[in-house]
């Protein structure tokens, strides 16, 4: 079991805050990334190819939520757990 990180020393909590960062990045990114695709294929919808089906960008933009609420679901579960000890 590891301690829970000493919020009250500056070190500390800038080291905690790093770590946190890290946890389910991946995750996350991926969500970005989904999110960012279903702009772009929403705009090349609307402009160059209106023949795309409409569910296409949709899908694209609720694969980019679910992953980004299971990557802060993640972390916050890390945290509390961490907070633990």
């Known amino acids: 079991m590891t ?3 000493n919020l009250g020393d500056p070190a500390e909590r800038a080291a905690y805050r790093r770590e946190l960062q890290g946890v389910a990045r991946p995750i996350r990114y ?3 990334m989904f999110v960012l695709l279903g702009v772009v294929l929403a705009i090349v919808r609307l402009i160059w190819w209106p023949d795309l089906p409409e569910i296409v960008p ?3 933009l609720g694969l980019g939520g679910f992953n980004m609420v299971a990557g802060i679901v993640t972390r916050t579960r890390y945290h509390q757990a961490r907070m633990r000890g």
């Open 3 to 5: 301690t829970p990180p």
């Open 30 to 32: 991926t969500g970005i």
């Open 58 to 60: 949709l899908a694209a």
